[in-house]
């Protein structure tokens, strides 16, 4: 792949820089659906939901798990804030098992004191973690 293909990611979260190079595609999941994005893409900023995130570099395809942020795609930079951004082998398997069968159980016993938005939350990060981890 030649140079101008690529653009500079950044995928930021509280604790860390989570990942700087470049790529040639990134590919997410936002508010309005899931999109692919490579270079001179149309300046855009929008709310980034749970789900993986599959960055194309030219060695090849990483995937990690980011949870709820934000992404600012300009045509040279992508800057991804991420309220967490974790890599497969930093998924504990087991903790995210439990914690899907916890999100599970509150939404189906429904308690009135239960928030059941941030449950369903909980469930859909759980998900991506065990989906991520499993590949």
């Known amino acids: 792949m030649a140079d101008e293909k690529f653009f500079e990611l950044e995928i930021i979260s509280p604790d860390r820089i989570f990942y700087q190079g470049k790529a040639s ?5 936002t508010s309005e659906g899931e999109i692919g994005v490579y270079k001179n893409h ?3 900023t929008t709310i ?3 789900g993986i ?3 194309t570099e030219a060695s090849g395809k ?3 798990a980011v949870h709820a942020g934000f992404i600012e795609i300009l045509k040279e930079k992508i800057t991804i804030l991420a309220e ?3 890599w497969p082998e930093e998924i504990d398997i087991n903790r995210a098992k439990e914690a ?3 999100a599970e159980r509150r939404i189906q016993t429904h308690p009135s004191d239960i928030n059941v938005t941030r449950a369903e939350m909980a469930l859909r990060k759980a998900l991506i973690r065990i989906e991520l ?3």
Do not use: F, S
């Open 42 to 44: 149309i300046p855009l």
């Open 100 to 102: 899907k069968v916890r």
């Open 62 to 64: 990483k995937e990690a």
């Open 48 to 50: 980034l939901v749970p």
């Open 133 to 135: 981890a499993g590949k």
């Open 25 to 29: 595609m990134v590919e997410l999941n």
């Open 84 to 86: 967490i951004a974790e």
């Open 53 to 55: 995130v599959t960055i």
